[in-house]
C-alpha cells in the first residue's frame, strides 16, 4: 500500500526529530537551519506513487527549507492551509497568504516560516513521474508565489482534494489523481504568469466590470459613473454592456446586495452580527428599503428569512448527529475574545476560600461546589483559579452531574450547593455560559455557549510552579456519593442515564418511536455486609424525552442543552423498569482535565492529550492519573461523576451521579522526569493497583491536528480503527522507552499479555485504551 | 456418558479449513466426553523444542521430498502449480476432527464445555517435561505497515516457555528475525506465508535475553473451536464466523462454555490453535501459540427446545464462564454469506472494528431483548452502564469486538 501515516505519537522525544526530518525528506524539505526545531505534536499523511509524493502534514510552528542534496528540476509545490506563510528568499521576506500556491525550487537559499502551526498540502514531483516523456525542458530557479484564480485555482482545488482524501482512494484511483497532478504541473513553468491577452472582447469588459461591482458592494453611493471610471470606459458604454446582457445596472447592482445579504443572513458564522449590520455593509443604508426590496425579492421578511435558517440549519445538524461546532460556524470561534464572556465574576471569588487545615507538612483544601465554583461545559486556560494549592496538598472537590436536572426533586431541591449552580428562572441564569459555543446563542439559538460541551466542572484549581512540559499526578483518594438533601429523599442517592442522540445506538434503533430519548433514574445503594459488600444500582423509573421548555422560553427538542430542569408533568414515568437487575458500581470521575494551551473555549465532550472527558471508569478510588500540563498553573479542573459505566458507554452517559473526591495532587517539574513512568507523556496515563492503563483516541491531538476546525471535525471523522492505532503506537512506545524493550519485544508482549478494550464511542474523540498489568515485570525466576 | 480419546495423527486432523465434507474423525452422542489432543501449527519454528520425538506431532508435521504427510493445507487449490503449497496456505490452523454429533441438525445449538486444558510437553531429551511455545509478529499483525525500528518490515518468532509449576506464566526464551525458508519441495517462503514449513535454525540469527523480568500470565485457551459452515466445502480456518472458528479470545479456556448454531447435519465440531496466553487484540499476528490437550463435553440443544432458553434466536457464537456472557461481533457476521463468491480473500480488504462494533452491539441488544425480555431502552441503557465491550482480535481478516455483561448483573433478591 503506498499510504503511509505518520505520527509523533509513534516516538519517543530524543527520536521526534529525526523521524520528523524523515517526513520532510520525503518531499525534498528540511527543517531550516537556524530555526527552532519542531519535536511537538506532529501529523502528516502521504501517499507515493512513482515519482511523486503528495503529503498532509499539521504540526507546530517551524521553518523548512530545501533539502540541499535533491537535484531535480521540477520544484516542489506547496499549499498552505488555514494560515498564511512568511516566505524568505535571498531577496528578502514576503507575507503568502491562504489560497496562494507557493513553487519551490529544490536548490537555493530560500525557507518557508509557518509562524503558528504547519498546515499544508505538499506535492513533490520529480521526473520519474513522466517515465520519460517530454515535458519540456523546465528552468526552474527561483521561488514563485501563485495568486488564486484562473489556473492556479484549478489546481490548488485539485491539489487541495486530492490531499483531502489521500487514505480513502483505491490504489487506482490514487495513481490515476497521483498523474494528473504530475501532467498539470509543467504548465506553471512553461506558461508564465502574464496573461497575453489577445483582443479585449466586450465580454471580458463586462466581467471586469462585475469585479468591480462586487469590491464595492458595501459603498451606498455605488454608480455606474464611478464603476466606469474606474474601468476607463464611458459610462454611457457600461451601460450599453450591460443593457447588452439583458439587465441593467441598477438591477444587477441591487441583485447582487440581496444575494450578498441572503448568504449572509443564512451564514452561522455572521449570526452575531445583527440584520441592519448585514445590510449596511452591503450597501443599504436605508433599513425600511432594505426589508422592502428583500421581502420583495425572497417573500420573507429579513427576520423571518433567517430564522428559518437557523431552524434548517439545526435540522440539518440533528440529522447529522453531530455534537460540537457545526463547521460552518466555526469563524465564530475565532473572533472569541478570551474570557469576555467566561464565567459571570470576573474577579473570582478569593481563591481558597474554604481555610485549609494543616495534616502534616501538606495542606488540605476544600472546594465546595456553588455557581461561581464550576464552569459549564468548557475548559479555559483563562480561567481564574478557585484555589491555588502546593504540590502534595490533598483537596475535596465536590463535583454535580449535569443529568441533575433530569429529576429535580431528587438530585437538586434542598441542595444549596445544586441548587445554586442549576438556578434558572425567567429573571435568571446563576450559570450563563453552558459550553465552549457563543454566548448569544447564535449557531443554534439553544442558549449561552449551545451546549458544546455538557459538562459541569468544579475549578480549576492551580497548582504553584506548574509549568508546561511538567506533569501533573492526580491520585484519587477517595470518591463518595452526594446524598439527596430533599427532606423527602433525606440520604438516599440518586444517579440518572440518558440513552441520547449522540449515543451509538441512536440511529439504528428497532422500536417505535424511531430518534427517541430515554431517560432511567436509577438508585444507588452502598454495599452491607459480608455476601452484601458490593454496592450497586437499581432502576427506579423512566421516561421519555418530550421538548422541553426552558424559563427563557426556548424549545429543547431533543437533549441538546444541559440543566434544562425537566418538568414532572411533562413526561410519563414508567416503573417496573430494568426489574430484578442490579449493576455493580464503579464510582468513578468521567472528567479529569488540566486546561488545553490551544484555545480559549474548549468543548468539554472530546477528550484529549490534556485529559478532559475520559469516561474510562478505572479512574476510580485509589488510582490516579497523570496528565501533561500544558498552561502555567496546570488549571485542574473535575467534573462529570459517574456511579457506574460500561466499557464503550454506549447509550451516550453512565449512570451520571453527583459525588465528591479527595485527591492529591503532586508535581513533577519537567527537569524531574527522565526516567519516571511519566517522563515524555503527551497523553493521559492512568496507574491503578494492578494496571497501567494506556488512552488512545482516534485524534490524540485533535486541537492541533485540525486547527481551527477541531472542534466541529473531531466529531465528523471517529473511529475506533483509528483509536486502536493509537493505542498501539502508545502502548509501544509505553515499552520501549519506560520499559526498555525493543520493538519486537514490545510487539510480543502487546500481543501476548496487553488488553486493548472500547473505552467510548459517544464523546466526539471515540476511545480505545490499552491494559499493561503490573504483575507482568513482578520479579521472575525461572 | 461415554468419554473418548482423540490424538493427533494425520487421519484425526485436517489442516488450515473447515469443512462439512470431511469424514469425522469421531462420532459421539449429546452428553459423552472427549479429551481431544491439540498441536499448534507453529511448532515448527523450534522443532527441537516443540516437535522431536514427540510421535504425534511428527507424524503430522512429518514432510520430506518423498511425503508430505498432511498435504492439503488451506482452503485454497490442491492441484498445482503451487505458488505456497496445497491448500496456498489459505487459512493455517492445525484443527482436530472434526467430531461428529448424533442427531445434530441445522438449526440446533451444539454446547461445548471444556473441562480441563493442559499444556503437552516437549519430548526431546535435552527439553523433556517442559513446555514451548511460538509468538509470531507477522505479515498479517497489526502492526506490519507501522514499524519504526529498521529493517521494515520484518517477521520476528519468539519462542516462550510456559513454567507451570505455580501460578502459571510463560518466559521468553530467545527470538529471531524469520528468513527465506524454503520446504522440502523446493519452494521459498520469504514470509510466513504457508504452514508448517520447518524453520532451518542455520539460517536464523537467534537474539537470547530478551523480555527479561517479564513473565506473562498463563491464558490457557483454544483461539479456534467451532463447527463446519454450511456455504462452502472448504472454508478458510481463519476469519471466525457465525459458526465460530478462529475466534481467539482468550476467555474460551478451562471452565467456559461455548454455544455455536449448528448448520450441517452432525454438527462437525473441530478444535485447534491452542494458545497459552494472548492479549485482547492479539495485535501481532498471533498468541503464544502452544500445543495443548483438552477435555470436552458435548451438550445438543434442538431446535424445538430452546425457546425461552438464553440460547433462543442464537445465530452467532456465544460464550458463558462462571462470571459473564459474551457475545462476539464482527466486521461482517456471516461474511461466507455477505460478500459473496470470493468472501475468503475479500473478507481481508474490509476489516474494520468499526462494524465490528457495530455488530457486537446489535448481538447483545437482541440477547438482552430476547433472553432477557428487556424493552429496547431498558436494554440501551444496560449496555450503556453494565456491558463492556472489548477488541477481541484485529489480525484475523474479520475483525472481532466482544460485549460482556457479568452474570451478577441479573442476581437480584
Not at chain 1, 507546530?60 to 492551509?81: K, T
Not at chain 1, 530557479?141 to 490531499?163: C, I, K, M, N, Y
Not at chain 1, 459550553?435 to 466542572?457: Q, T
Not at chain 2, 491439540?38 to 503430522?60: C, F, K, Q, W
Request: charged share 20%; with cysteine; proline share 6%.
Amino acid at each position: 500500500m503506498s499510504f503511509r501515516p505518520f505520527t509523533s505519537e509513534s516516538y519517543s522525544e530524543s527520536d521526534r526529530l529525526e523521524a520528523w526530518r524523515d517526513v520532510l525528506s520525503a518531499v525534498g524539505l528540511a527543517p531550516s537551519a537556524g530555526s527552532v526545531l519542531h519535536t511537538g505534536h506532529a501529523t502528516a499523511s502521504r501517499r507515493t506513487a512513482e515519482g511523486i509524493v503528495l503529503a498532509r502534514f499539521a504540526a507546530g510552528a517551524q521553518a523548512v527549507s530545501p533539502l540541499s542534496q535533491a537535484a531535480d528540476d521540477m520544484p516542489i509545490v506547496l499549499l498552505p492551509i488555514e494560515d498564511g506563510v512568511t516566505l524568505r528568499t535571498g531577496t528578502g521576506h514576503q507575507i503568502v497568504s491562504t489560497g496562494h500556491l507557493l513553487l519551490l525550487p529544490r536548490k537555493g537559499d530560500w525557507s518557508v516560516a509557518f509562524p503558528r502551526d504547519m498546515r499544508a498540502v505538499i506535492l513533490s514531483v520529480t521526473s520519474e513521474a513522466f517515465h520519460g516523456r517530454k515535458v519540456g525542458k523546465p528552468v526552474f530557479d527561483e521561488v514563485r508565489v501563485l495568486a488564486p484564480g484562473g489556473f492556479t485555482e484549478v489546481f490548488s482545488r485539485t491539489l487541495e482534494s486530492a490531499a483531502r482524501n489521500i487514505e480513502t482512494l483505491s490504489d487506482t484511483e490514487w495513481t490515476a489523481v497521483a498523474q494528473s497532478l504530475a501532467d498539470l504541473l509543467p504548465t506553471f513553468i512553461r506558461s508564465p504568469t502574464t496573461d497575453t491577452g489577445g483582443t479585449a472582447t466586450q465580454a471580458a469588459i463586462l466581467h471586469r466590470l462585475c469585479q468591480v461591482i462586487e469590491r464595492k458592494l458595501d459603498d451606498p453611493d455605488l454608480t455606474p459613473a464611478r464603476v466606469a471610471e474606474a474601468e476607463g470606459i464611458s459610462e454611457r458604454y457600461l451601460q450599453k454592456l450591460f443593457e447588452g446582457s439583458g439587465s441593467s445596472f441598477t438591477h444587477y447592482l441591487r441583485e447582487r446586495r440581496l444575494q450578498r445579504t441572503s448568504a449572509e443572513l443564512s451564514n452561522p458564522a455572521e449570526a452575531h452580527h445583527s440584520i441592519s449590520e448585514i445590510a449596511y455593509r452591503n450597501g443599504f443604508n436605508d433599513s425600511a428599503h432594505f426589508s422592502r426590496a428583500f421581502r420583495h425579492r425572497f417573500g420573507l421578511s429579513p427576520r423571518e428569512f433567517r430564522q428559518q435558517e437557523i431552524e434548517r440549519a439545526t435540522a440539518s445538524a440533528a440529522a447529522a448527529g453531530q455534537r460540537g461546532w457545526p463547521q460552518q460556524a466555526l469563524a465564530q470561534l475565532r473572533s472569541h475574545h478570551p474570557l469576555a464572556n467566561a464565567r459571570k465574576s470576573v474577579a473570582p471569588p478569593q481563591p481558597d476560600l474554604a481555610s485549609p487545615c494543616a495534616e502534616g507538612q501538606h495542606l488540605h483544601h476544600h472546594l465546595s461546589v456553588e455557581s461561581d465554583r464550576v464552569h459549564w461545559g468548557y475548559f479555559s486556560r483563562s480561567l481564574a483559579p478557585q484555589a491555588e494549592i502546593n504540590s502534595g496538598d490533598t483537596i475535596t472537590i465536590e463535583t454535580l452531574t449535569q443529568h441533575a436536572s433530569d429529576d429535580p426533586a431528587r438530585m437538586i431541591a434542598g441542595d444549596a450547593g445544586a441548587e445554586s449552580v442549576f438556578h434558572w428562572t425567567r429573571d435568571a441564569k446563576n450559570v450563563d455560559r453552558r459550553g465552549a459555543g457563543p454566548m448569544e446563542a447564535s449557531v443554534y439559538g439553544r442558549g449561552a455557549g449551545e451546549g458544546f460541551g455538557v459538562h459541569i466542572c468544579t475549578g480549576p484549581v492551580a497548582v504553584r510552579d506548574a509549568q508546561p512540559g511538567d506533569v501533573l499526578e492526580v491520585r484519587i483518594l477517595d470518591i463518595v456519593p452526594r446524598p439527596s438533601r430533599n427532606p423527602d429523599f433525606e440520604g438516599q442517592v440518586f444517579g440518572s442515564s440518558v440513552a441520547a442522540w449522540w449515543g451509538y445506538h441512536y440511529n439504528e434503533l428497532l422500536a417505535e418511536p424511531k430518534q427517541r430519548e430515554a431517560v432511567t433514574i436509577y438508585e444507588i445503594f452502598a454495599g452491607g455486609e459480608g455476601d452484601r459488600a458490593e454496592s450497586y444500582a437499581r432502576a427506579l423509573y423512566s421516561y421519555r424525552w418530550e421538548p422541553q421548555t426552558d424559563p427563557f422560553g426556548v424549545v429543547h427538542q431533543t437533549y441538546d442543552y444541559p440543566g434544562v430542569p425537566i418538568a414532572p408533568d411533562t413526561v410519563k414515568r414508567r416503573h417496573n423498569v430494568l426489574d430484578g437487575i442490579r449493576i455493580p458500581l464503579r464510582p468513578h470521575f468521567g472528567v479529569i482535565a488540566v486546561a488545553p494551551r490551544e484555545l480559549d473555549f474548549v468543548d468539554s465532550i472530546p477528550p484529549s492529550y490534556f485529559g478532559g472527558n475520559l469516561d474510562n471508569w478505572r479512574l476510580g478510588k485509589g488510582s490516579t492519573v497523570y496528565l501533561p500540563v500544558s498552561v502555567p498553573g496546570a488549571l485542574l479542573s473535575v467534573g462529570d461523576p459517574h456511579a457506574t459505566q460500561g466499557d464503550g458507554e454506549l447509550g451516550g452517559t453512565a449512570i451520571e451521579c453527583s459525588m465528591t473526591g479527595t485527591f492529591q495532587l503532586i508535581l513533577h517539574k519537567k527537569a524531574d522526569l527522565a526516567g519516571r513512568v511519566f517522563a515524555d507523556l503527551t497523553y493521559p496515563l492512568i496507574e491503578t493497583e494492578t494496571d497501567w492503563v494506556l488512552t488512545g483516541f482516534s485524534h490524540p491531538n485533535y486541537l492541533a491536528e485540525f486547527g481551527a476546525k477541531g472542534q466541529s471535525e473531531v466529531y465528523a471523522t471517529s473511529s475506533l480503527d483509528l483509536a486502536m492505532k493509537d493505542a498501539f503506537r502508545k502502548m509501544r512506545r509505553f515499552l520501549m522507552n519506560i520499559k526498555g524493550l525493543t520493538e519486537d519485544e514490545a510487539i510480543a508482549l502487546m500481543s501476548a499479555a496487553v488488553d486493548f478494550g472500547v473505552t467510548q464511542v459517544v464523546d466526539g474523540n471515540w476511545g480505545v485504551h490499552a491494559i499493561l498489568s503490573k504483575r507482568l515485570f513482578e520479579d521472575v525466576r525461572i | 456418558m461415554k468419554h473418548f480419546t482423540l490424538p493427533v495423527s494425520p487421519a484425526s486432523v485436517h489442516w488450515g479449513y473447515f469443512s462439512k465434507k470431511v469424514s469425522p474423525a469421531l462420532t459421539l452422542r449429546s452428553g459423552d466426553r472427549a479429551t481431544i489432543e491439540t498441536l499448534t501449527h507453529h511448532a515448527n519454528d523450534d522443532y527441537e523444542r516443540m516437535i522431536a520425538n514427540d510421535p504425534g506431532a511428527e507424524s503430522v508435521f512429518h514432510w520430506t521430498r518423498e511425503h508430505k504427510a498432511v498435504v492439503r493445507r488451506g482452503a485454497g487449490p490442491t492441484e498445482g502449480p503451487f505458488i505456497r503449497g496445497s491448500g496456498e496456505g489459505v487459512g493455517v490452523h492445525l484443527l482436530t476432527g472434526p467430531v461428529a454429533v448424533e442427531n445434530a441438525e441445522p438449526g440446533d445449538v451444539l454446547e461445548v464445555r471444556i473441562l480441563d486444558v493442559r499444556p503437552r510437553p516437549s519430548c526431546h531429551a535435552c527439553h523433556a517435561g517442559r513446555c514451548f511455545g511460538s509468538n509470531a509478529s507477522a505479515n498479517w499483525g497489526f502492526h506490519y505497515h507501522d514499524l519504526i525500528e529498521e529493517p521494515k518490515p520484518r517477521e520476528v518468532i519468539t519462542i516462550f516457555e510456559l513454567d507451570t509449576s505455580g501460578e502459571p506464566f510463560a518466559k521468553a526464551v530467545y527470538n529471531y528475525v524469520w528468513t527465506p525458508q524454503t520446504d522440502p519441495d523446493g519452494i521459498v517462503h520469504p514470509t510466513i506465508d504457508y504452514p508448517g514449513v520447518r524453520v532451518d535454525h542455520t539460517t536464523i540469527k537467534k537474539r537470547e535475553n530478551i523480555l527479561t523480568n517479564v513473565k506473562v500470565p498463563a491464558r490457557l485457551h483454544f483461539g479456534t473451536m467451532g463447527l463446519a459452515p454450511s456455504e462452502s466445502d472448504f472454508v478458510s480456518s481463519i476469519p471466525p464466523s457465525y459458526t465460530g472458528g478462529n475466534i481467539d479470545d482468550w476467555r474460551i479456556g478451562k471452565g467456559a462454555r461455548m454455544y455455536y448454531p449448528v448448520a450441517v447435519p452432525g454438527a462437525f465440531f473441530s478444535v485447534g490453535d491452542p494458545h497459552a496466553a494472548q492479549g485482547d487484540s492479539e495485535l501481532g499476528g498471533t498468541a503464544i501459540e502452544t500445543s495443548l490437550t483438552g477435555d470436552f463435553e458435548f451438550i445438543l440443544h434442538k431446535h424445538r427446545d430452546l425457546g425461552g432458553t438464553p440460547l433462543e434466536g442464537l445465530t452467532h457464537p456465544l460464550l458463558e464462564t462462571d462470571k459473564a456472557w459474551s457475545v462476539y461481533g464482527f466486521t461482517y457476521p456471516n461474511y461466507l454469506a455477505e460478500l459473496g463468491a470470493d468472501a475468503q480473500t475479500e473478507i481481508a480488504n474490509h476489516s474494520s472494528l468499526d462494524r465490528a462494533m457495530r455488530d457486537a452491539f446489535r448481538k447483545l441488544r437482541r440477547f438482552l431483548m430476547t433472553v432477557h425480555g428487556l424493552s429496547e431502552d431498558e436494554a440501551i441503557s444496560l449496555m450503556s452502564v453494565g456491558a463492556d465491550f472489548g477488541v477481541t482480535q484485529v489480525v484475523d481478516a474479520n475483525w472481532g469486538v466482544h460485549g460482556t455483561l457479568r452474570k451478577n448483573i441479573f442476581r437480584c433478591d
